[in-house]
């Protein structure tokens, strides 16, 4: 079983991004083991993580051209793997908190797929690193997915700057993450020994009696308590072996069949291309239901071009990577264009999109685009930090603002990108919706594209015919005022100044979740393929680069005192 060295060989990742189809299946193949465990760790499902880790070599074959420090590829890549890791929890939470909504079912993991189980069974784990294994069941996601990061790092397998590109975060912060990590991990750690003690503390088994045995946030405070309190549950946590020491000695869990099973194979060189094309099988595993078997790289005089069918059977031409050059430009995931069509940006589209007056383009409704329409690439604008400078809600989480009800509001400051998640709560209430209102306004503001992988008014695959985001032919659906454009699950803004977003909430019942978002995650999100499942379609691109790009409906530099007054054309 082979597993990637901390330094990966410079050349090597050059090679693959000049095309060099050797170089490439070896990178993959020595990063598949380290991928497949960190996917599986954070998401305690086996069957998730193969899915996560095809869309992660996905995204590698298509972008490697967009590293600019070879040196880093690791790092990079386990960067991939953490967005589409927190894209896949994202979308579990979504499910679970708004199930009687939005889908029929929450995610519930396949038991027989329990990673910790697969870990324990197939490495033989006994001892305390059986009860180490035990103990990642009791962490939040998060927590789970720093733990795998910093596994790596103390195996060897990664350097610490290798961790913090993963992150996506600042040296410090990443040690503090990894420090707040083992926090949670060794008080697990002593929940796993005394709960399996024998006999078990009168105390605790009374406290743990009504506890269904699924490890969980709040019944890890509620025994954490215990232990600290406890002097017989406390001396568990002094006897455990230092967990850098024990972590150090587990090996990887090997990556199963699903993943290994045609995924790495290259094929023949083939007639599809010239001048020494072939094609690779990358990711013809079956646990890629999402692209069915059909992803194929294809390397062109020297550049890679991958070519992927959709559930119809129409193929889509994935960006090729470029030829790195330079060690400036930062690192990211961030998908390439076509070379049929040239990557948009101020310089390019202000030559041939006249002159336009800012916010002069708002308000028009429009039609779906088609499923199978990719859009470019985001456009390049200034991106520094948007900060939150005040708000009413309730949401415990930093980087997260929840509006969920009428009211409440956020004004954000700075120069970059926001995110807005939709979800409307049709079983709850239906009628007209009372869209929200941007006030306040001090700069600019664009509406510059809608993502998610569908409209809200999108039919919900699985469900009754007549079923979408916005309702059900049981409870009714919710309807937009005249001229409104429908909301997409991910509406992404750009902001110049600072602004004021104000739930109206009326009519039907709706919340709103922002946060701070990248032009890398934004393209990612885009572009995303439709499948048989989700998504349903690509997003859609507003942004042309230029003053012409729409701002948001309901926008105005006034601050009316009801707020759901604002008229619909914006006055900007």
């Known amino acids: 079983m082979r597993s990637p060295q901390a330094h990966v060989p410079v050349d090597r990742v050059v090679a693959a991004q000049r ?13 598949l083991t380290m991928l497949y465990n960190v996917a599986g760790r954070a998401l305690n499902g086996h069957t998730d993580a193969d899915d996560v880790v095809q869309e992660t070599l996905l995204r590698v074959v298509e972008n490697i051209g967009s590293l600019r420090e070879p040196a880093r590829f690791s790092g990079w890549i386990l960067a991939i793997l953490q967005r589409q890791i927190a894209e896949r929890l994202r979308r579990r939470h979504t499910v679970a908190t708004r199930t009687d909504t939005l889908d029929t079912a929450p995610h519930v993991a396949d038991p027989d797929s329990d990673f910790t189980d697969v870990a324990i069974l197939r490495l033989g784990l006994s001892g305390q690193r059986r009860q180490a294994a035990q103990a990642t069941r009791w962490l939040d996601p998060a927590d789970r997915l720093v733990l795998s990061l910093w596994w790596l790092e103390v195996a060897g397998t990664i350097t610490r700057a290798d961790l913090v590109t993963a992150l996506s975060a600042t040296p410090g912060h990443a040690a503090v993450r990894v ?9 697990s750690r002593a929940i796993v020994a005394a709960l399996g003690a024998e006999p078990r503390c009168p105390q605790l088994a009374e406290l743990a009696d009504p506890w269904n045995g699924e490890p969980s946030s709040v019944w890890r405070k509620r025994l954490g308590r215990h232990l600290r309190k406890c002097a017989a549950c406390s001396a568990y946590g002094q006897r455990l072996a230092p967990s850098h020491a024990l972590l150090a000695g587990i090996a990887m869990v090997p990556v199963p069949a699903s993943l290994t099973t045609g995924s790495l194979q290259l094929a023949t060189p083939s007639a599809v291309g010239v001048g020494g094309a072939y094609a690779a099988s ?10 069915a078997a059909a992803g194929a790289a294809v390397v062109i005089s020297g550049a890679a071009l991958v070519v992927i069918r959709d ?24 998908p390439t264009q ?20 800012y916010g002069s383009v708002v308000d028009t409704a429009e039609q779906a685009p088609p499923k199978n329409a990719e859009p470019g690439v985001l456009p390049q604008r200034p991106q520094t930090t948007v900060t939150v400078v005040s708000s009413n809600d309730e949401d415990p989480r930093a980087d997260v603002v929840s509006l969920i009800r009428r ?41 510059v594209a809608s993502g998610g992988g569908r ?3 999108d039919q919900i695959p699985g469900t009754a015919d007549g079923t979408s985001g916005m309702g059900d032919p049981t409870h009714g659906t919710s309807v937009l005022p005249g001229g409104a454009q429908q909301m997409w699950l991910f509406e992404y803004y750009y902001l110049d100044g600072e602004v004021t977003l104000t739930s109206n ?3 039907a019942d709706y919340n709103l979740y922002l946060q701070p978002a990248t032009r890398a995650q934004i393209n990612d999100d885009l572009r995303n393929p439709p499948g048989p499942e989700d998504p349903i379609r690509y997003g859609l691109l507003r942004d042309d680069g230029t003053d012409a790009t729409p701002v948001p409906q309901y926008a105005t530099r006034d601050a009316p005192a009801d707020p759901a007054t604002v008229a619909q054309r914006s006055r900007l």
Do not use: C
């Open 19 to 31: 095309g060099d189809r050797d170089a490439m299946q070896q990178l993959i193949t020595d990063h």
């Open 179 to 187: 420090t707040r990590m083992r926090e949670q991990f060794e008080l």
């Open 282 to 291: 990358w990711l013809s595993g079956s646990a890629l239901a999402k692209v």
């Open 311 to 334: 559930d119809s059977g129409t193929p889509r031409t994935a960006a090729p990577p470029a030829v790195a050059t330079g060690s400036a430009a930062p690192v990211t995931g961030g």
């Open 338 to 357: 076509s070379p049929s069509r040239p990557p948009a940006s101020p310089a390019n589209t202000a030559t041939s999109i006249p002159a336009a007056r």
């Open 407 to 447: 009211g409440q509001s956020v004004t954000y400051r700075g120069r970059g990108y926001l995110r807005i998640e939709w979800a409307v709560a049709y079983t709850q209430r239906t009628g007209t919706v009372t869209m929200p209102s941007w006030t306040g306004l001090d700069g600019k503001i664009f509406h």
């Open 455 to 457: 409209r809200l008014d």
């Open 505 to 507: 909430e009326r009519g």
